[in-house]
């Protein structure tokens, strides 16, 4: 079963910038929409932005403006640009399918991105 990868983490002070890697293989990785989620201790997963198959994009206000999805349909992967980070961003990272996709892959290991205020 097709398991995303997700790379790129890491500590980073307030207002710095990473960027988030997602590795999703399957044949049918072009037509679905992806998306990026987080999870931050003591709280619900969330969708933080996503991109469907067109290139529509589609951000949480919480980030609108600071984070940038992109994916690359020929390498199957997905990214998310983050700037101005704010310690509040501070969470395990995701990626999966998005709305309008109905079904979810299954949930890769994340990965844990901290910024220290």
């Known amino acids: 079963q097709v398991q995303p990868v997700e790379s790129g983490g890491g500590l980073v002070q307030a207002g710095g910038s990473l960027r988030l890697s997602c590795a999703a293989s399957g044949s049918i990785f072009s037509i679905n929409a992806m998306g990026w989620y987080r999870q931050a201790p003591g709280k619900q997963r969330e969708l933080v932005a996503s991109i469907t198959s067109g290139g529509t994009t589609n951000y949480a206000d919480s980030v609108k403006g600071r984070f940038t999805i992109s994916r690359d349909n020929a390498k199957k992967m997905v990214s998310l640009q983050m700037n101005s980070l704010k310690p509040e961003d501070t969470a395990v990272y995701y990626c999966?399918?998005?709305?309008?996709?109905?079904?979810?892959?299954?949930w890769g290991q994340g990965t844990q991105v901290t910024v220290s205020s």
């Open positions: 999966n399918t998005a709305s309008p996709t109905r079904y979810r892959l299954t």
